[in-house]
């Protein structure tokens, strides 16, 4: 009996390894696959904030392998370089925060951001690679001046100016998540849509966190969002 127990838990072992190591020289970087956790196409719905699940992503290939290339449409890929770009600009603007920032709720919010936008532009940048996405390694030329001008502020205004400015894009790219997820037709982007809403709606909520949004910051927000 004790031999029995001892060869399963032999196999258990070497099957975790292989799967391990096939994960390891695949697309996906995250950690081992549970040999006896199949994928479920609704099984990480309440997978939490971690990135993608590598069930998922190791499926998604997979998936891909069998039934052939999934279509990434101009609204997928400009959708990719938005991710990339918010990451651009937010990190920096979380660390500014962390020196500049007055209210310790503004510091909260920049190390979300920090912590946030430093997973999900790992994310992108696999996504990119395997969809064959080029990704821009600047911030757009509107997002380098809030940098700038978060730069040149401190204190109170640097508060305001922190959480007016990122409620606002974070409230506009919200939006444009919810078009891209229901559309898309690619599994990749239907996973990263939905890391990337996880993220934006947390940053949103520390944003307001801070009882320093504006009513003209929600207003700018909507008039932005509104169907054309
Ligand atoms: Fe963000």
Redesign the pocket.
């Known amino acids: 009996m004790r031999a029995v127990v001892a060869l399963a838990t032999a196999v258990v072992a070497a099957v975790a390894v292989t799967v391990f190591v096939q994960n390891d020289q695949g697309e996906a970087s995250a950690g081992p696959v549970a040999a006896n956790a199949p994928y479920q196409p609704n099984s990480d719905h309440d997978s939490g904030n971690a990135g993608h699940a590598a069930s998922g992503r190791t499926d998604a290939a997979e998936g891909q392998a069998a039934s052939g290339p999934q279509p990434v449409t101009e609204v997928d890929k400009t959708f990719l370089v938005a991710v990339r770009q918010?990451g651009l600009w937010?990190i920096p603007a979380g660390k500014l925060a962390q020196t500049r920032a007055s209210s310790e709720q503004v510091k909260r919010a920049g190390l979300h951001?920090l912590d946030?936008?430093s997973k999900l532009d790992q994310l992108v940048r696999e996504d990119a690679r395997i969809l064959g996405v080029d990704l821009p390694d600047e911030a757009t030329p509107e997002q380098q001046e809030w940098v700038t001008n978060l730069e040149n502020a401190k204190g109170a205004e640097f508060d305001r100016m922190f959480a007016n400015v990122l409620r606002a894009s974070?409230g506009k790219i919200f939006a444009t998540i919810g078009e891209v997820r229901a559309a898309t037709q690619n599994d990749l982007i239907r996973r990263h849509s939905r890391q990337a809403n996880q993220?934006?709606l947390d940053?949103m909520e520390v944003l307001e966190d801070t009882g320093l949004v504006d009513g003209s910051t929600f207003a700018d927000v909507e008039k932005a969002v509104q169907p054309k």
């Open positions: 918010a937010e951001l946030g936008h974070h993220t934006v940053h």
